[in-house]
């Protein structure tokens, strides 16, 4: 786990070379004003892919399809620039058709490699819950280290990487739930739903003349992104907001020691360690976004649903007494005391 240094409020800690951080701030809000020249709406799957875009964590955007999952994907891509690749999960899909594969060419006897479609700075992989379990294993290592083993030698993947991924919730035949240690390395899950009626009125009128459709414009660089994310460092995170998280993270396990007596043995598992960094790194993000640099209890509650709602699970008795991940989190963010 990652170390935070103490510094007072007031005390910079940028080089004096750095840009400054709210510079950095509008370069990430003119991202967004560029996709929302395409996409109607949506506003927090937006803002929680920039989010985990600027905090280096792959998303898992779940939702029912036509709600512009891999459109703001790729949008955000094309925005930033960079080489971006779509991946259709299917049951037959083989670790070769996404990492690559070694090639041998008769001509010359010599043998070469063929890189997949991992080598990109964004991948959407569609419909994720599709795959097998050899291709979740292959794509769980390039989401952790950032690298694959292929034809017997480790390649680094391009830097920035980031893994955006689609499930359907409601298709089940032909998938493959993902395993939890998979699931666990996804910073957000996103659970993305219907625009409301102004919203849809918009998409059709904006729809209306395929000629006129808007298109994403390049606004940035993969270097500015990598710029922005060296700058989070900046952004203050106090002890006792860090101990805010803890107990957060601790009460998903155990409910009862914020009071939640009734949830006691209801958890089936509770959030890692690995929730708490993504947390910290969540609301350093959003004040980030925010132009500030210091943390604040908002903050870590404007990405506690989409951080920890993949990494708890609830006993079947909970489930049957109307309990939901959503209503049980949101109950112990409500019971744990903000400092």
Request: a neutral charge.
């Amino acid at each position: 786990m990652r170390s935070f240094r103490l510094i007072p409020y007031g005390v910079s800690t940028a080089r004096p070379d750095a840009p400054p951080l709210p510079e950095l701030a509008a370069f990430l809000s003119s991202i967004r004003q560029e996709v929302e020249r395409v996409i109607v709406g949506q506003r927090p799957l937006l803002d929680a892919l920039l989010t985990s875009l600027l905090a280096n964590g792959h998303v898992l955007l779940e939702g029912l399809p036509g709600l512009a999952k891999s459109l703001a994907a790729q949008s955000i891509a094309e925005a930033l620039g960079g080489t971006f690749r779509r991946l259709q999960f299917t049951p037959d899909l083989l670790p070769s058709d996404l990492l690559g594969t070694h090639i041998y060419h008769p001509g010359t006897g010599e043998w070469t490699v063929r890189e997949g479609p991992i080598f990109a700075n964004f991948v959407l992989a569609d419909e994720i819950n599709r795959a097998p379990a050899k291709v979740q294993s292959a794509l769980l290592e390039a989401m952790q280290e950032r690298q694959v083993s292929l034809a017997g030698e480790t390649r680094k993947l391009p830097s920035p990487f980031l893994v955006l991924a689609t499930q359907n919730p409601l298709e089940h035949e032909g998938t493959y739930s993902l395993p939890e240690a998979q699931l666990d390395r996804f910073f957000m899950k996103v659970v993305v739903d219907y625009p409301s009626a102004e919203e849809e009125r918009g998409i059709v009128q904006r729809m209306a003349r395929m000629a006129d459709v808007p298109r994403v414009r390049r606004v940035g660089t993969p270097e500015r992104l990598l710029a922005a994310r060296a700058a989070l460092d900046r952004v203050h995170v106090e002890e006792r907001l860090i101990a805010y998280i803890v107990a957060l993270v601790q009460a998903t396990r155990a409910p009862e020691v914020v009071g939640l007596t009734e949830l006691k043995g209801k958890m089936q598992y509770g959030a890692s360690p690995r929730a708490s960094i993504a947390l910290t790194q969540g609301a350093r993000a959003q004040a980030f976004m925010a132009g500030r640099e210091f943390a604040t209890p908002h903050d870590v509650k404007a990405v506690a649903m989409n951080v920890l709602r993949h990494r708890v699970a609830l006993h079947w008795e909970a489930q049957a007494d109307g309990q939901s991940i959503p209503r049980v989190l949101q109950r112990i963010l409500d019971a744990v005391p903000v400092p």
